[in-house]
């Protein structure tokens, strides 16, 4: 890997109210981030797509057009038939066009809140 992006770190700080973090926590934490899913392969996500496989990170694409999907598949990226596929990603990346997209791939009972690991992070580029 060209580049590698760490898990950020805990917020909680000696002396801070609440409870410390769990020795679990604590590991993800320390995990470095191997696979990338990205939602959404507009003008943006398409580009987050192809720098994250050219930087030899494993991703997993899904959108709702599946040839977009499909046209990253000889770069790299592996693709998503639904959102459960998702599940194995240390983080996954959405560009959405609205929020209202954004609840439904995020929100819904099959949707990435529900499938991802609790140490999974989301990160939503979506810019509607």
Do not use: K, W
């Not at 959404?40 to 030899?56: I, T």
């Not at 592996?78 to 240390?90: I, N």
């Amino acid at each position: 890997m060209n580049s590698s992006i760490a898990r950020p770190a805990s917020p909680h700080q000696e002396g801070s109210s609440g409870p410390a973090p769990s020795r679990a926590s604590q590991d993800a934490a320390a995990r470095p981030i191997r696979c990338i899913g990205v939602v959404g392969l507009g003008h943006m996500g398409e580009e987050f797509a192809q720098n994250l496989v050219s930087d030899g990170y494993e991703v997993i694409v899904e959108d709702r057009d599946a040839e977009r999907a499909q046209a990253l598949q000889p770069h790299g990226a592996r693709v998503a038939a639904r959102l459960a596929d998702l599940a194995p990603c240390d983080a996954v990346i959405t560009s959405l066009p609205n929020d209202e997209v954004l609840a439904s791939v995020a929100l819904l009972p099959d949707g990435l809140a529900a499938i991802l690991a609790p140490s999974s992070i989301h990160i939503s580029m979506s810019n509607g």
